[in-house]
């Protein structure tokens, strides 16, 4: 693959890697987990080898997010820890879909996301993120049990 195709491929997907990072990491440093992850697999020459540069992609945001995640896993316990103290000092306001999902591990955001924002079947799933069709099942399960939990829905 060319320079240019690498180029002309960024350019067409961009948009949607961000907004996926966004999902994942939240709009402050999805533009960063995107750099990142495309940066790497320029790097690493990897692109030659994929089938479908979009899905490897959004499986090298996945994984860069996810170890972006790891890595702030601290700053990110104090900022909740915070937001909680704060919650009990404001009264309760409904919840919104960003703060349901960051409930969810990122793997869990990542499914949920590509299911259905992307209404990608299970397998083209299960390539992106480079993990086993039942793991992409079991996570959207996880996800479906948390949310469910969350909004105090009792229906299967």
Do not use: C
């Amino acid at each position: 693959m060319t320079i240019v195709d690498v180029e002309a491929e960024y350019r067409a997907h961009a948009a949607d890697l961000v907004r996926y990072a966004t999902v994942l990491v939240g709009p402050h440093d999805a533009n960063d987990v995107v750099s990142d992850a495309v940066a790497a697999t320029i790097a690493r020459g990897s692109l030659a080898e994929a089938r479908d540069i979009r899905a490897y992609w959004f499986g090298a945001v996945a994984r860069t997010a996810a170890d972006w995640h790891r890595s702030s896993f601290r700053r990110r316990s104090r900022e909740r820890r915070a937001a909680e103290r704060l919650d009990t000092m404001v009264p309760s306001t409904p919840a919104d879909a960003r703060a349901l999902l960051s409930g969810l591990s990122t793997q869990q955001r990542a499914v949920v996301y590509l299911t259905y924002w992307l209404d990608w079947p299970v397998d083209r799933i299960a390539e992106a993120l480079d993990v086993s069709h039942g793991t992409v099942k079991k996570q959207l399960a996880r996800a479906r049990d948390h949310l469910r939990e969350v909004l105090g829905d009792d229906r299967p």
